[in-house]
């Protein structure tokens, strides 16, 4: 499901974008459309409701939220949502963005990870970084989605939710999932927007402002998958408990979650966490939220299958044919999601003999954390104009490739390895699925060569005994 990921529970900011791309030419005409139909945050599509800046005093913290929602906030701090705007990463690129496009992304990529301080018009670059309010620095939180009136997609260039394309209006009017709620501290309005993946789908879709070019397309991957063919939105994966997520992806069913929205409210069938958990366990422990973290591991482990089909026996001095089967059991989008220009899952495949002896690999890492270049990647290749690899956002123009697996789909792969005469049977053939948030590569660029060590986690993996014929 859309990972609130990211943004939220995003890694690596998905809007990093320019004007002109290496190349690009307009018209006259081009450029005069463009510049009539630009909204007043241009290029984020974030508005509010007057179309006019507010002031981010004009927002609730989420501190004075936990004076209620003790659980939700609890659930809230540490995520992904909450580290939005902190996050090294996206900080990382955003500058190097800023400074390639004079500017033109900051107000992009800011309308997802920092939606108050876009509205208020606050962020400026000073000695080299981005300067913010206090409560700009706290992310998607809960004043900016409570106070969201509209999802204003049938007016983007696409006609589909993407880049912030949301309207705000701050106040005392807080609105949600539930008709009947009541509040001594602020007033209630209900929201079908809020249970629906559309809303979601404003920052996890997310377009080129120029060319259109779809970068992230989280949300249209599950809007065609048979998940919203049964009616489970976004939120009934990614706001409930990891155990129920899990039952909801095998069953395709939606399951409850039972309790209380705030300790003075009612019990109820049915109470949307707030960790917000997708895939990224990197940037949350990093941060130190240990919990969620943990949460986006068993998420990982959850989310798809290896079916190993070998031959009983293989014949010395032959070649033998083996192949790797990789199911999405349990994401309602596609693995990997988001920016999947960046994202690594990849199969690593080993075959040694009786004495341990390896006969064949592929998939493992070099000493820099490299893949080998030969294994198979599930993941977007990313070019510029001139058909260029690149991992910057605004340089892109479109995918080499994208083999990504849908929901419920599958990608085989087939390996072969030579048998020698000598070589000690029996064979043991271990197939593992591997996920990488993004390449050591990266990191190194960005947060510098010996920063970080890029965790990985293993999601699945299939053990087969090889008898060797004489």
């Known amino acids: ?93 955003w500058k190097i963005g800023s400074k390639k496009t004079n500017g033109f992304t900051d107000k992009l990529c800011a309308g997802c990870h920092t939606g108050i301080g876009t509205v208020s018009e606050e962020i ?24 969201i009136v509209e999802s204003t997609f049938l007016k983007t260039p696409t006609h589909e939710p993407q880049n912030a394309s949301i309207s705000v209006e701050p106040g005392n009017i807080k609105r949600g999932p539930y008709k009947d709620s009541k509040s001594s501290f602020h007033e209630t309005a209900y929201s079908k927007l809020h249970t629906t993946s559309k809303f979601c789908a404003n920052c996890h879709h997310v377009f080129h402002p120029v060319t259109n070019f779809h970068i992230e397309r989280t949300y249209d991957e599950w809007k065609y998958s048979v998940y919203a063919q049964k009616g489970i939105q976004c939120q009934d994966c990614h706001m409930v408990p990891i155990e129920q997520a899990i039952e909801t992806a095998r ?78 059991i349990g994401a309602g989008h596609n693995l990997p999601t988001s920016l999947t220009e960046v994202r690594q899952m990849w199969l690593e495949f080993l075959v040694t003999d ?18 080998d270049p030969q294994a198979k990647i599930f993941n977007a290749k990313s070019v510029d104009i001139d058909g260029k690899h690149t991992y910057k956002p605004w ?65 699945a993996q299939k053990e087969a005994t090889l008898l060797v014929n004489k």
């Not at 002896?357 to 820099?368: F, M, N, Q, V």
């Not at 990504?404 to 390996?415: A, F, L, R």
């Open 1 to 93: 499901m859309a990972r609130k990921r990211f943004p939220l529970l995003i890694l690596v900011c998905t809007m990093i974008m320019s004007l002109v791309l290496p190349g690009l030419t307009w018209s006259t005409n081009e450029k005069n459309t463009q510049e009539e139909a630009k909204p007043p945050f241009y290029p984020s599509l974030i508005n509010t409701h007057t179309g006019k800046p507010v002031k981010s005093t004009e927002f609730t913290s989420p501190d004075i939220c936990s004076g209620c929602h003790v659980e939700i906030y609890k659930q809230w701090k540490g995520s992904m949502h909450s580290h939005a705007y902190v996050d090294p990463i996206f900080h990382a690129l």
């Open 124 to 147: 400026i670059m000073k000695d080299g970084e981005f300067q913010v309010s206090e409560i700009a620095k706290k992310g998607v939180q809960c004043d900016l989605c409570h106070t």
């Open 251 to 328: 069953t395709l069913t939606k399951q409850k979650n039972p309790g209380k929205a705030a300790f003075t409210g009612p019990e109820r069938d049915q109470v949307y966490t707030h960790e917000f958990v997708g895939g990224n366990f990197t940037v949350t422990k990093l941060l130190g939220s240990d919990k969620h973290a943990e949460i986006a591991k068993k998420r990982l482990k959850n989310a798809a299958e290896l079916t190993l089909n070998p031959p009983d026996s293989v014949e010395r001095g032959t070649l033998a044919t083996l192949s790797v089967k990789v199911t999405n």
């Open 354 to 371: 009786a004495k341990g002896t390896i006969i064949y690999h592929s998939g493992k890492l070099d000493k820099a954390g490299n893949i």
């Open 395 to 459: 340089e892109m123009n479109r995918f080499e490739y994208n083999n990504t697996i849908p929901p419920k789909g599958s990608s085989t792969t087939g390996y072969t390895f030579l048998v020698t005469k000598d070589i000690k049977g029996p064979l043991l053939v271990k197939a593992t699925l591997r996920y990488r948030s993004y390449p050591q590569s990266l990191a190194n660029l960005l947060l510098g060569k010996d920063a970080i060590t890029l965790p990985i986690v293993d999601m």
